[in-house]
């Protein structure tokens, strides 16, 4: 059986669901997703708030947002349309200018502990000013998510990651060597 | 007394140097912490915001459409 990759419900994916945004139609095995339903596997759910910025992080998700959504198949993604993300974001006044944001919970933890304590990891993509950064920023969150989704303990790893990447920031100052960006 | 003024110049120079390194990798972790970090109480009420979104059924995700 193979299914069809649809687009965005009705109520949802204007931002990266517009006729010209989406990827053509293609034909995939059959997998865990059906009418919407994620299946019984899900570890993540990944939403992605964009509220339109003309912005190199926003045309670099757009083109990969098809890959992104296969490589993520297991987890269900949910877009915010631009009216939604902006409404968001007016809820939310200190995250303008940082979209699109991609959150992801992780349902693990938050089933254990709801939201007050960890709960996933997001990523601000909008900081990232360069489409060669954005790209760059949105293989490696890809990669995390990936080899992390079954993690026993997925904030430690994020945080020994924090850790590493800033201990490798200080080691290439130290050494006077081309400082690491990260979208400057 | 050259000597003095060499070792203070030192001294200075070696201070900043350091104040720089410090200053950097604060910089750095601030910057990286914008940009990737983990979702915890700091931000309960933008996660819960998402969460009520999904379950008063105003956000639905994605799917794969079964061909009749």
């Keep these: 059986m193979t299914v069809r990759i649809a687009g965005a419900p009705a109520n949802s994916g204007e931002v990266l669901g517009s006729a010209a945004d989406q990827p053509p139609a293609e034909t995939l095995p059959a997998t865990t997703h059906r009418n919407g339903e994620s299946s019984s596997i899900s570890r993540f759910r990944i939403f992605i708030v964009d509220s339109g910025w003309n912005s190199a992080a926003r045309r670099v998700l757009h083109e990969n947002f098809a890959l992104i959504r296969d490589l993520q198949k297991d987890d269900p993604i949910y877009v915010l349309d631009r009216e939604k993300s902006v409404e968001f974001m007016r809820r939310h006044g200190s995250r303008i200018g940082r979209d699109p944001i991609i959150a992801v919970h992780d349902m693990q933890a938050l089933n254990k502990g709801g939201t007050t304590g960890f709960h996933g990891f997001r990523l601000s993509l909008g900081l990232l000013r360069t489409p060669q950064h954005a790209l760059m920023g949105l293989q490696a969150f890809a990669r995390f998510l990936v080899e992390h989704r079954h993690s026993a303990d997925l904030e430690a790893d994020i945080r020994a990651r924090l850790r590493r990447e800033g201990f490798s920031g200080a080691i290439e100052i130290a050494m006077h060597h081309e400082a690491r960006e990260i979208g400057e | ?68």
């Excluded at chain 2, 109480?41 to 969460?51: C, H, P, Q, T």
Aim: proline share 3%; hydrophobic share 50%; no cysteine.
């Design chain 2, 1 to 68: 007394m050259l000597d003095r003024l060499g070792e203070a110049v030192s001294v200075v120079l070696g201070a900043l140097a350091i104040a720089y390194l410090v200053y950097e990798i604060d910089r750095r972790r601030r910057r990286l912490r914008d940009l990737f970090h983990v979702l915890d109480g700091a931000e309960a009420d933008i996660s819960a915001d998402l969460l009520n979104m999904v379950e008063s059924g105003e956000l639905k995700p994605f799917f794969r459409e079964i061909p009749a």
